[in-house]
């Protein structure tokens, strides 16, 4: 067994765990040491729960010796601080909600701990999750890439991606809304997989209809995301969208996917933003290695542009969802301890009518469907994540909260569209630019195409699309 524990993937740790070679509280115990070394400088975690996850990794290690097994027993995990954890404290991101503790376990974080994960504690996100970027009033230090320390690991999984990256965690659970997961992984050379609507039951406000955010893993390896996947993908009885893979994902990325048809588009469609030269470079060299591969590649037309219309849809569809959350969670008396742009969107949402939520809603969808349009004559579509590298702190409120959503929407582009059709989408690492910097490509497959999406992944893995170089800090 080596050294460093955190070498390992969690599908290798998983295996030397139901092998005997390695305790759970070994294991756990290697990853706190870790957080302690390194996460002052990173902002992983808003929480940690060192005396708790050493009692689950002691019930996990008499489990396994006693013969049980289950998907996940033993295996060191993060909750991201959006989602309720029973008996741990659940911030939201919010320091007027810091010292929350739930009675009981949101469904999927329900799911990942019934299969017999450890948890370590929850991961930093923005308030509410509102943000690309994760900085808050909760924690001293905004989640940082630990490839830059200097530079947002994006949000608002932020901090889910920078303890995975940094060997922290060996994997975590992560959400999306608008790319949360996607562009957190691009940020630190991750894979991050958003499922398509109804596989994981939807985290939405009380009052939404139009739910865009779903549950994900994110991890190193897409067999790592596999292992996650397999344990949420099961959405509670009461989804409206529920639905169920025909196989496990677990399996279907042993083997390769049928040759596809490949949509391929670069362009932004705001007026003005052009995407980095090293952001196309990562779709270009993707998508040459998906044509030796077998696959149909072809460039086409970017589906829909960012006209003011939508941005004001998106503005209008935010500050719609962060006013629910801060009406059905929020104090009145705490309501001074919000973030100014959380106070900003608040605002917005206050002032809607119900007419001009559902004008908002069908502006969203119309563009939804010129994305979905695409796919009559394609399988799966190929798009930068970012539209250039990790942000460096302090950019995106550099010119005051109503600039915020703008500039948000200028780095994060591509990723909401699948969001909105309800698509599965996984971010790929590709590489390192000369300074160090990660990039990455989005892959969209068709509506409940999950497992197939997840099998071109693997496919792309297993052709290197990407090396697996890590941060500075991995080896101290």
Known sequence: MTDALHDLTATAQLAALRAGELSSRELTAHYLDRIADHDDELGAFTTVTAELAIEEAAQADKRIAEGEWSPLLGLPLGI????????VRTTFGSAALSDTVPDVDGWTTGLLRQAGAILLGKTNTPEFGSTCYTENAVTAKPSVT????????????GGAAAAVAAGL????????????????????????????????????????FFPTTIEGPLARTVADAALLLDVMAQPSSGDLHGWRPEQLFTDVISQPPRPLRVAVWTETGLDGVTPH????????????????????????????IWDEQLRDAMRRHFGYLVNLVVESLVPTDRKGLLTPYTLFLDDIGAQLSGAEVLTTQAIMARSASSYLAVFEQADVALTPVTSGPPVPLGHFDSAGVEAIIDLMLEWSVYTPWANLTGQPAVALPSHLDHDGLPYGVQLVGRPRHDLELLALAAQLESAALWDDVHPPCWSQ
């Open 277 to 304: 030269p090293e952001t196309v470079r990562a779709v270009k060299r993707t998508a040459a290695l998906l044509e030796e591969l077998g696959h149909d590649v072809q460039e086409v037309p970017l589906p829909s």
């Open 146 to 157: 630990p490839y830059d320390l200097t530079r947002y690991a994006s949000g608002s999984s």
């Open 169 to 208: 965690l060996p994997v975590a659970h992560a959400s999306d809304g608008a790319g949360s997961i996607r562009t957190p992984a691009t940020t630190c050379h991750l894979v991050g997989m958003k499922p398509s609507l109804g596989l994981v039951t939807p985290n939405v406000p009380p009052g939404s």
């Open 80 to 87: 991201k601080d959006l989602f309720a954890t029973a008996g």
